[in-house]
Nanobody, 125 residues
């Protein structure tokens, strides 16, 4: 069982930056993908970014490309989401998710059995 713990959430002004961290504990050698999703009030949970745990290949939601960067520190079992040029539309609860499967869509929340508790990001205009 993989446990995920997010940190780094908070309040930022539009145009500002925040960095989220996700720490994975136990059995990380089995992981294939680690992703960030977000859920804004009244909206469905949405894919934001994903990174291959071993290979490091990344993919992003179109609206965050060029502003957000996902990265990992393999030795520390951490995945980061650096968020720059934040916009009020980025306000949401951000979740870290992980999967040991390489057989399902890495963009779909249904593919991820392991989830963190979520961390709130609020961007003011």
């Amino acid at each position: 069982q993989v446990q995920l713990v997010e940190s780094g959430g908070g309040l930022a002004q539009a145009g500002g930056s925040l960095r989220l961290s996700c720490t994975a504990s136990e059995r990380t050698s089995s992981l294939k993908h680690v992703a960030w999703f977000r859920q804004a009030p009244g909206k469905e949970r949405q894919f934001v970014a994903v990174i291959g745990w071993n290979v490091g290949v990344t993919a992003y939601l179109d609206s965050v490309k060029g502003r957000f960067t996902i990265s990992r520190d393999y030795a520390k079992n951490k995945v980061y989401l650096q968020m720059n040029s934040l916009e009020p539309e980025d306000t949401a609860i951000y979740y870290c998710a992980a999967t040991s499967s390489d057989n399902a869509s890495k963009y779909s929340q249904q593919s991820y059995p392991y989830w963190g508790q979520g961390t709130q990001i609020t961007v003011s205009s």
